[in-house]
C-alpha cells in the first residue's frame, strides 16, 4: 500500500487535468496514488488520464453529474492509506509539496493536518500568496495548536485545499465535507478540525490555486451565493461551538461577528459597482447575524448609507465616503471583535 | 415500462417495510424501483432484500452523501417517461400511481401531477396539503403556469411523495444539493415556472413527520432559513431581466419565505428554545418587506426579550397564541 492518496475531483477540466496530474507524478516523494473522481465530464478529461497511461492513476465516475461536494465524500471511501490529498483538476502543486507535508506529518504524531502557501493564479493579475503562515508566524515552530488554528481561521480562510495534506484520521473523525456548502466546504473542515486537532504549518509555497472567470467561484459571487455559504458557516458553528466545545474563549460569537464582518464587506463592494438592492439586502443580513450592539449599530449605519448614498443627488458622494469608511474599518472592527 | 420510482434511503429500517409495500400494492403495475441506499448504518438493506419487490435496483453510496445527492445519482438511471420519487418515511395509497399517471397521459403539456397529501406528525392531528386547497379541479385538472407558480410562492404546499413528474424536468434540473430542506420547493417552482401542472384532489400520498427530525432543533430550524434564503438568490438570478413567471414573484416569495420564518419562531418560543426564536425574529426583520410583516417581527422580538425573564416564562403560549390570532 502506498502512503498517500491523492483524490481529483474532475468535471470537464480537460484544459488543467494533465498539468495538475503531471504535477502530482513530478513529487520528489514518489509513494502516492491518484483516483480521479470524473462527475460525469462532456470533454476529453477521459482521454487525457488514459493517455499518461500511468499505473498510479485511476478514474472512478459519477453516472451524472452532481455536487463537487459529493463527488469529493464519495471520493473519500476510495483512501486507504495513512495520509490523504486533495487535488481539484485545475490547481497543480509543486515539486516538493508531498515530500515537505508527509515529513511535517511524520514529524508531528498529533498534528491532523500539514499546509503550506499556496500562490493564487489569476489571468490578468500578478500572484498572491495565501497559507494559514500569514497568521501563523513559523519562527514560533511549525506546529499551530489546536484552539489557535479555529481562532486564527475565523476572519477567514486562509488554507486553500490545494495546500493540505491530511492523516486519513481527520476523516474518520470528521466524515465528509458538508454536503450543503458548495463553496465553503473546506473552511468549515479546517475551523472544526482546528478547534481539535494540531496543524504543522509551513511558508513553502507548495502549490497553486488557480481563480478563473468561468470557474464556480466567479458565478457564485455574482449570485451572492457565497454570502449564503457564509451564513451558514455562521449559523452551523454558532451552534456547535456554544457552550463546552468551544475552541477557544469567544468562539461562537467570533465567528458570528466574522459573518457580519464578511457581509458588510460584500455590501460595500456591491454598492461600489452601483448594485444598491443587493447591497442593502446584504447589510441587513449582516446586521441579523451580529452578535454585538456595536456591530449591530454598524450594519445599521450602513445601510442607512446605501439608502442615502446609493443613488439619487448623493450617489457622487458614494467613493469618497466608502474610501473613508474602509480606512476607518480596521480599528473599528478591532474594537468591535 | 412507465414509471421509475426513485427511493433514496437512510437508516429506515423503521419504515421502509410501509413504503416499500404501499409500492407494491400500486393497481398500476408498469414501474420499476430504483433505491439508491446511502450508506445505511442499520438493518435498512435486510428489510429491502425481505419486501421481495419484484423489478427493483439497488444501488449503493460508499458514503453518506445527503438524500439530495442520493436522489440526484438516482436519476441517471431513469429510462421511463414519468419519475417519482418516494421516502423511506412516506408512503402511497394503492390508487396514486394510476391516478397520476393518467393525467400526464392525458395533457401532454404537464410537467407534473399532483395529488392531495395527508401530513402525518406523531403529536398532532393529521393534516391535508396540496394545490388543489388553491385551485378548484371542478372544471378540469390542469393548473395554468401562472397560477400553479402563484399557489407556490407562498409556501411550498406540494409534498414530494404527492408528485409524479415527467422525466424531461429531471434532464432539465438535478436537485439544488445546496438546499437539503428547499430543494423540492425549489423543483417545483421551476416546473410550475416552465409549464402547466396537474392536479388531484385525492389524498394519494401521506407524508410521515418526525418529532426526531427536530432534535437538533436549534441548528436545523436556522438552517432551514438559510435554504429558503438562497432559494432565494438562485431564482431571483433565474428570474432576472423579466423572466419572473408572475409579476413581483421574487417580492411574493420573499413574503412567504418571511411568514414561514415567523411562523417557526412562533413555535420555536412556545418549545422555550427562546435563542432560537430571536435568532429566527431577527433573520424575518431583515429581510421583511411589508409593514406588517416588520412590525410582527419586531414586536416579536420584543416580546422574546420579555419572556426570558423568569416570571414571565408562563406566558409564553398565551402570547404566542395570541400572536398566531391576531396574524
Known amino acids: 500500500m502506498s502512503q498517500v492518496t491523492v483524490l481529483v475531483p474532475n468535471y470537464n477540466g480537460a484544459a488543467y487535468l494533465r498539468e495538475c496530474l503531471e504535477s502530482i507524478r513530478a513529487q520528489t516523494f514518489e509513494d502516492w496514488e491518484v483516483v480521479v473522481g470524473d462527475n460525469a465530464s462532456t ?38 492509506t495513512p495520509y490523504i490529498a486533495i487535488l481539484h483538476a485545475d490547481d497543480w502543486w509543486e515539486p516538493a509539496f508531498l515530500e515537505t507535508t508527509v515529513s511535517m506529518l511524520q514529524a508531528a504524531p498529533r498534528s491532523l493536518v500539514a499546509t503550506g ?53 481527520l476523516y474518520r473523525r470528521f466524515p465528509r465535507y458538508e454536503p450543503a456548502l458548495s463553496l465553503l466546504g473546506d473552511w468549515l473542515m479546517w475551523l472544526r478540525a482546528g478547534g481539535v486537532a494540531d ?83 446584504l447589510a441587513r443580513l449582516a446586521w441579523a447575524m451580529a452578535p454585538s450592539a456595536g456591530q449591530r449599530t454598524l450594519a445599521r449605519i450602513g445601510e442607512l448609507g446605501i439608502r442615502l448614498f446609493g443613488g439619487g443627488p448623493l450617489a457622487r458622494l458614494r467613493e469618497p465616503l466608502s474610501g473613508m469608511a474602509r480606512r476607518v474599518k480596521p480599528a473599528v472592527q478591532r474594537s468591535l471583535m | 415500462m412507465s414509471v421509475t420510482i426513485l427511493m433514496p434511503v437512510y437508516n429506515g429500517a423503521a419504515f421502509l417495510a410501509r413504503s416499500l409495500k404501499s409500492i407494491s400494492e400500486q393497481t398500476y403495475g408498469d414501474w420499476r424501483v430504483v433505491i439508491g441506499d446511502d450508506g445505511s448504518t442499520d438493518d435498512s438493506l435486510a428489510v429491502i432484500e425481505r419486501s421481495g419487490l419484484p423489478r427493483l435496483t439497488l444501488r449503493r453510496n460508499a458514503r453518506n452523501i445527503g438524500w439530495a445527492q442520493t436522489v440526484n445519482l438516482l436519476l441517471a438511471e431513469v429510462d421511463t417517461a414519468y419519475v417519482a420519487v418516494l421516502h423511506q418515511d412516506d408512503w402511497w395509497e394503492p390508487g396514486f400511481l394510476a391516478t397520476v399517471t393518467a393525467l400526464l397521459d392525458r395533457t401532454p403539456a404537464s410537467l407534473l401531477a399532483v395529488t392531495a397529501a395527508r401530513v402525518v406528525h406523531p403529536s398532532r392531528p393529521d393534516a391535508v396539503w396540496g394545490l388543489h386547497q388553491g385551485f378548484s379541479v371542478e372544471k378540469g385538472s390542469t393548473c395554468p403556469s401562472p397560477v400553479a407558480v402563484s399557489l407556490l410562492l407562498p409556501t411550498d404546499p406540494i409534498r414530494c411523495p404527492a408528485v409524479l413528474a415527467r422525466s424531461e424536468l429531471y434532464r432539465r434540473y438535478s436537485f439544488d444539493e445546496s438546499l437539503p430542506y428547499a430543494c423540492d420547493w425549489l423543483m417545483w417552482l421551476r416546473a410550475a415556472a416552465m409549464a402547466s401542472v396537474e392536479v388531484s384532489a385525492e389524498v394519494l400520498a401521506n407524508f410521515q413527520l418526525h418529532e426526531a427530525s427536530q432534535t437538533a432543533g436549534f441548528i436545523r430550524a436556522n438552517l432551514t432559513t438559510i435554504d429558503m434564503l438562497r432559494m432565494v438568490e438562485v431564482l431571483r438570478t433565474e428570474w432576472a431581466d423579466g423572466r419572473e413567471p408572475v409579476k413581483d414573484a421574487i417580492g411574493k416569495l420573499t413574503v412567504g419565505i418571511t411568514n414561514e420564518i415567523l411562523a417557526d419562531a412562533g413555535l420555536k418560543i412556545e418549545a422555550g428554545d427562546l435563542a432560537g426564536a430571536e435568532v429566527q425574529l431577527r433573520f424575518a426583520r431583515a429581510i421583511a418587506l411589508s409593514v406588517r410583516q416588520s412590525v410582527l417581527s419586531l414586536a416579536g422580538h420584543r416580546a422574546v426579550g420579555l419572556l426570558r425573564l423568569p416570571l414571565m416564562a408562563s406566558l409564553r403560549t398565551p402570547i404566542t397564541q395570541l400572536g398566531r390570532r391576531l396574524w
Open chain 1, 117 to 169: 502557501a499556496g500562490r493564487i493564479v489569476r489571468t490578468g493579475r500578478a500572484a498572491e500568496l495565501t497559507g494559514l503562515f500569514q497568521a501563523w508566524a513559523v519562527s514560533q515552530g511549525s506546529t499551530c495548536p489546536a484552539g489557535e488554528v479555529a481562532r486564527l481561521l475565523t476572519p477567514r480562510n486562509l488554507i486553500p485545499s490545494a495546500t493540505v495534506l491530511t492523516r486519513a484520521e
Open chain 1, 43 to 80: 470533454d476529453a478529461s477521459l482521454s487525457i488520464v488514459a493517455a499518461l497511461a500511468e499505473r498510479r492513476i485511476r478514474t472512478v465516475r459519477r453516472p451524472r453529474t452532481i455536487g463537487w461536494v459529493a463527488n469529493v465524500n464519495l471520493l473519500m471511501a476510495e483512501a486507504s
Open chain 1, 199 to 281: 496543524f504543522e504549518v509551513t511558508n513553502q509555497v507548495l502549490a497553486n490555486y488557480r481563480v478563473h472567470a468561468a470557474n464556480q467561484s466567479a458565478f457564485a459571487e455574482a449570485n451572492n451565493l457565497w454570502a449564503m455559504d457564509v451564513l451558514r458557516v455562521g449559523l452551523i458553528l454558532r451552534a456547535e461551538w456554544a457552550g463546552t466545545a468551544s475552541p477557544y474563549p469567544g468562539a461562537a460569537r467570533a465567528i458570528a461577528a466574522s459573518i457580519a464582518n464578511d457581509l458588510i464587506e460584500r455590501a460595500a463592494l456591491r454598492l461600489e459597482r452601483g448594485d444598491q438592492a443587493t447591497a442593502r439586502r
